[in-house]
T-cell receptor, first 116, second 116 residues
Framework: EAEVAQSPRYKITEKSQAVAFWCDPISGHATLYWYRQILGQGPELLVQFQDESVVDDSQLPKDRFSAERLKGVDSTLKIQPAELGDSAMYLC??????????????FGPGTRLTVT | AQKVTQAQTEISVVEKEDVTLDCVYETRDTTYYLFWYKQPPSGELVFLIRRNSFDEQNEISGRYSWNFQKSTSSFNFTITASQVVDSAVYFCALSGLYNQGGKLIFGQGTELSVKP
């Protein structure tokens, strides 16, 4: 069964360092989402791609976060510099198309980030 | 504005008991979709069900059933004869037609603990 791949699974970094996460969506899924999940809360969208274009990055802290999906396939989310408040689970999801709710989103295992 | 409320933060039951997880939502959209996801300790979000706002029929899948009531803006989830493997955090989520990106709005989650 096809799955969304993410790496690394765990990352510990010091404050002010740079960190990057990678996501490979299910083959053929045009839409890719990055969510952040703080401990004890539900996930919140950071950025959404349709193919290689950003559809929604309204909740992305653009002073320190960046995301790209250059060829419309895999994607990288970067934080520079990391802050203590960035400690969270970063989840990647993909779906066939963006039409709201028409397709379920499939989630990867996540990257658990700890900033010390 | 769209919002999902899961008032039950934690629920603890003994195996074989039935348990209902509550979900109340707010949206101005007339067309929207509701979801339930399961998050086991491993962290990956597992899709359970999607309902659209025009389909109020209850659904049953094995030990799982869902009760959608537009009149009370609720989409409750019942597990019959719970098992230890059902222990996880369960999230209810909403996606509105006019939120064209398909972004999911999650509730805070309900942590279910099923004890043997």
């Amino acid at each position: 069964e096809a799955e969304v791949a993410q790496s690394p699974r765990y990352k510990i970094t010091e404050k002010s360092q740079a960190v990057a996460f990678w996501c490979d969506p299910i083959s053929g899924h045009a839409t890719l989402y990055w969510y952040r999940q703080i401990l004890g809360q539900g996930p919140e969208l950071l950025v959404q791609f349709q193919d290689e274009s950003v559809v929604d990055d309204s909740q992305l802290p653009k002073d320190r976060f960046s995301a790209e999906r250059l060829k419309g396939v895999d994607s990288t989310l970067k934080i520079q510099p990391a802050e203590l408040g960035d400690s969270a689970m970063y989840l990647c999801a993909s779906s066939l198309a963006p039409r709201a709710g028409a397709y379920e989103q499939y989630f990867g295992p996540g990257t658990r980030l700890t900033v010390t | 504005a769209q919002k999902v409320t899961q008032a039950q933060t934690e629920i603890s039951v003994v195996e074989k008991e039935d348990v209902t997880l509550d979900c109340v939502y707010e949206t101005r959209d007339t067309t929207y979709y509701l979801f339930w996801y399961k998050q086991p300790p491993s962290g990956e979000l597992v899709f359970l069900i999607r309902r659209n706002s025009f389909d109020e029929q209850n659904e049953i899948s094995g030990r799982y059933s869902w009760n959608f009531q537009k009149s009370t803006s609720s989409f409750n989830f019942t597990i019959t004869a719970s098992q230890v493997v059902d222990s996880a955090v369960y999230f209810c989520a909403l996606s509105g037609l006019y939120n064209q990106g398909g972004k999911l709005i999650f509730g805070q989650g309900t942590e279910l603990s099923v004890k043997p």
